[in-house]
């Protein structure tokens, strides 16, 4: 395996305001019954969405939505665990982790669930999955002492290494097989790129940098540290440079998803003396647009989030109507 230091980044500040100049959106409710909207995990190509929700006993229920319908794939009641789900592909195989008395990674197929073991540890999370199936996470080693990436494929899952490092944890996968690495020593947590054996630090901002999603141009987001100021920031790495998307003023913001367009959503939030406050963002071409300017008029929803999108620019988060909370789907309309 090669190790390769990548020195040309550059770390950006963006400085960057809404634009009006949007495109025309028609927004549907992903319908929830009265359970309560944990989190949305990923969108597939044609719309379909995976997440969690809670219901009043407490429960963990991770859920499939697509073409209107709510199909429940597994329920956990509580002190049982709960379950985070962590990805959806095109073929609509979900991965994530139960999270019990320990981490166990799975992948769910048309109502069947796969345990993925580990590499030798009792606890392992999977975190990506490509359109081939390929799935790639992180697991602990015997004696659970460190954490090193895999990459599952054919039903074996191979421990990709740390590579000097302290841990390592790969968090995304494209179809071309990049994979996105979380490298960590003592200096902190730096973005890399593992690509069929070649290792490559792309670098960080702040202290830490840590990479969520992947493009096929192999373009990522994610969030890192603040440098002109404090807190979680979200970063787009554009093939050459780590660019900070945060906005001055925001308490935190944080990006989980790309798509092969190089349109980026992610979510921000302010904390202040009278409360807090938070909605998601649009960043494609250089501008940055607040999820809220997309909202048809009058559709009576404020914006809480901005999780996903996908190839087609629709866009999956949570938002609140009606005084609760509830996931929406963003969708464009065509000329």
């Given at each position: 395996m090669k190790t390769t230091a990548l020195t040309s980044f550059?770390?950006?500040?963006?400085?960057?305001?809404?634009?009006?100049?949007?495109?025309?959106?028609?927004?549907?409710?992903?319908?929830?019954?009265e359970n309560y909207a944990a989190g949305l995990s990923g969108i597939t190509e044609r719309g379909a969405v995976v997440g969690t929700l809670s219901d009043d006993d407490d429960d963990s229920i991770a859920f499939l939505w697509k073409n209107g319908s709510l199909q429940e794939i597994g329920?956990?009641?509580?002190?049982?665990?709960y379950f985070d789900i962590l990805g959806i592909n095109r073929r609509e195989e979900i991965i994530g982790d139960f999270n019990g008395t320990n981490n166990r990674a799975?992948?769910?197929?048309?109502?069947?669930?796969?345990?993925?073991?580990?590499?030798?540890?009792?606890?392992?999370?999977?975190?990506?999955?490509?359109?081939?199936?390929?799935?790639?996470?992180?697991?602990?080693?015997?004696?659970?002492?460190?954490?090193?990436?895999?990459?599952?494929?054919?039903?074996?899952?191979?421990?990709?290494?740390?590579?000097?490092?302290?841990?390592?944890f790969a968090f995304a996968i494209n179809n071309k097989r990049q994979v996105v690495i979380e490298h960590q020593n003592e200096t902190g947590n730096r973005l890399a790129v593992y690509d069929d054996g070649d290792f490559r630090i792309i670098g960080k901002i702040g202290?830490?940098?840590?990479?969520?999603?992947?493009?096929?141009?192999?373009?990522?987001?994610?969030?890192?540290?603040?440098?002109?100021?404090?807190?979680?920031?979200?970063?787009?790495?554009?093939?050459?440079?780590?660019?900070?998307?945060?906005?001055?003023?925001?308490?935190?913001?944080?990006?989980?998803?790309?798509?092969?367009?190089?349109?980026?959503?992610?979510s921000w939030g302010i904390e202040g003396r009278i409360g807090s406050r938070g909605g998601g963002f649009l960043y494609r071409n250089?501008?940055?647009?607040?999820?809220?300017?997309?909202?048809?008029?009058?559709?009576?929803?404020?914006?809480?989030?901005?999780?996903?999108?996908?190839?087609?620019?629709?866009?999956?988060?949570?938002?609140?109507?009606?005084?609760?909370?509830?996931?929406y789907l963003l969708t464009p309309l065509k000329p």
């Open positions: 550059v770390t950006s500040w963006i400085c960057v305001t809404a634009s009006a100049a949007a495109a025309s959106y028609v927004i549907t409710e992903i319908q929830t019954h329920r956990l009641s509580r002190g049982q665990g799975f992948l769910w197929q048309t109502g069947t669930v796969q345990y993925l073991g580990s590499l030798g540890g009792s606890s392992a999370v999977a975190y990506g999955i490509n359109d081939h199936g390929d799935i790639v996470g992180a697991s602990t080693l015997a004696g659970d002492n460190t954490w090193h990436p895999f990459l599952y494929r054919k039903a074996t899952m191979v421990d990709l290494g740390v590579f000097g490092g302290r841990d390592a202290n830490w940098t840590t990479g969520q999603a992947i493009n096929q141009a192999g373009h990522i987001v994610g969030e890192c540290e603040g440098v002109v100021e404090p807190g979680k920031h979200a970063f787009y790495y554009d093939g050459q440079r780590l660019i900070d998307l945060h906005v001055p003023g925001e308490t935190f913001s944080g990006s989980r998803s790309i798509n092969n367009r190089d349109e980026i959503v992610g250089g501008v940055r647009t607040e999820i809220s300017e997309l909202l048809p008029t009058g559709s009576g929803w404020s914006v809480l989030s901005a999780d996903y999108v996908n190839d087609a620019g629709q866009i999956a988060g949570v938002g609140v109507r009606d005084g609760v909370r509830r996931f």
